[in-house]
């Protein structure tokens, strides 16, 4: 059975950081394109990063560009995303995603698994 396990949401000061991470069992990173979302109440799951295993390839969302880091640690299975500066409006909760394939997937309707998310908020 494939899983997506999102941890290490909490409440963090702006320009503070925190790094979530995404542990993933029942498939392993190779040959997926890891995702992560966010969603803030009364929006739409907005697309913030991904990455593509088969080659190392990184996006970002220019809302996060230069603040944000995707990386993935494939011996553990677990992908994270670092967030640094955060500001007020990057609270939300944030979900990883992954599907089978070989590139840059930027759309929510792209992926297969998700986790069930973790809160992040970035108070003033």
């Known amino acids: 059975e494939v899983q997506l396990v999102e941890s290490g949401g909490g409440l963090v000061q702006a320009g503070g950081s925190l790094r979530l991470s995404c542990a993933a069992s029942?498939?392993?990173?190779?040959?997926?394109?890891i995702g992560w979302f966010r969603q803030a109440p009364g929006k739409d799951r907005e697309w913030v990063s991904c990455?593509?295993?088969?080659?190392?390839?990184?996006y970002y969302a220019d809302s996060v560009k230069g603040r944000f880091t995707i990386s993935s640690d494939n011996a553990k299975n677990t992908a994270y995303l670092q967030m640094n500066s955060v500001k007020p409006e990057d609270t939300a909760v944030y979900y990883c995603?992954?599907?089978?394939?070989?590139?840059?997937?930027?759309?929510?309707?792209?992926?297969?698994?998700w986790g069930q998310g973790t809160q992040v908020t970035v108070s003033s």
């Open positions: 990455f593509s295993s088969s080659d190392g390839s990184t």
């Open positions: 029942g498939f392993t990173f190779d040959d997926y394109t």
């Open positions: 995603a992954a599907r089978r394939f070989n590139g840059l997937l930027l759309h929510a309707y792209d992926y297969v698994y």
